[in-house]
């Protein structure tokens, strides 16, 4: 079974810019979610989804959104980039429920964004 | 506030030996607590999950506790290999799915020859 695959893996943007990230969970997971990470703040949760539709969502301003399409494969959009913003952004699946429930959460191996 | 600490923030030990993480943490109630092991340049992998009822959770050489009076958990990592430098995660989420997973600053284990 293929894991969770992220997409790109490295990512160079300037300020002011947007950035699309892809993930695609693995076959037959219906949840995912974002977590942003960085070696000042560590792993931070942004949001989840889950058959399309935002359950949970952490405390990133709204320049951070996502979205999940029909075949649970999720994107998330950065608009308006800031230098702040560097950071590796995991995405994990989970069959059912997120991080607040008793699922298995698989994580991707992440894209690296670093923002100029 | 709900918050996770982790100690001690960096570990080196010699490959072969036992060691444990610790992991306090003031969210309350809590759904569950993880613990997960994360290579360098990777996304992290889960050890263990635990709900509040549960004290003890093994998985292989990692073995992780759990006392919900004290709040305070740990991992214990038997017999270390040279594979098991990474940093070691604990993650705390809520019991109400308004209040978001917290994550530990995590502990940096480098196992040496």
């Known amino acids: 079974k293929a894991g969770v695959t992220q997409t790109p893996r490295y990512l160079i943007k300037t300020r002011g810019q947007q950035v699309t990230l892809s993930c695609s969970p693995i076959s037959g997971h219906r949840s995912v979610s974002w977590y942003q990470q960085t070696p000042g703040q560590g792993l931070q949760f942004l949001f989840e989804y889950f058959s399309e539709t935002q359950r949970n969502k952490g405390n990133f301003p709204g320049r951070f959104s996502g979205r999940q399409f029909s075949n649970s494969r999720s994107e998330m959009n950065v608009s308006t980039l800031e230098l702040g913003d560097s950071a590796l952004y995991l995405c994990?699946?989970?069959?059912?429920?997120?991080?607040?429930?008793?699922?298995?959460?698989?994580f991707g191996p992440g894209t690296r964004l670093t923002v100029l | 506030k709900n918050q996770v600490e982790q100690s001690p923030q960096s570990l080196i030990i010699l490959e072969g030996k036992n060691c444990t993480l610790q992991?306090?943490?003031?969210?309350?109630?809590?759904?569950?607590l993880r613990w997960y092991k994360q290579d360098t340049g990777r996304g992290p992998v889960s050890l263990t999950i635990?709900?509040?009822?549960?004290n003890t959770k093994s998985n292989g050489r990692y073995t992780a506790t759990l006392d919900a009076d004290t709040k305070q958990s740990s991992l214990h990592i038997t017999a270390s290999q040279l594979s098991d430098s990474a940093s070691y995660i604990c993650v705390v989420s809520p019991k109400t799915s308004y209040d978001k997973v917290i994550f530990g600053p995590g502990t940096s284990l480098s196992v040496i020859p």
């Open positions: 994990a699946s989970s069959l059912l429920g997120g991080a607040t429930s008793y699922n298995e959460q698989f």
């Open positions: 635990m709900t509040f009822s549960e």
């Open positions: 992991c306090n943490y003031t969210v309350s109630p809590f759904s569950n």
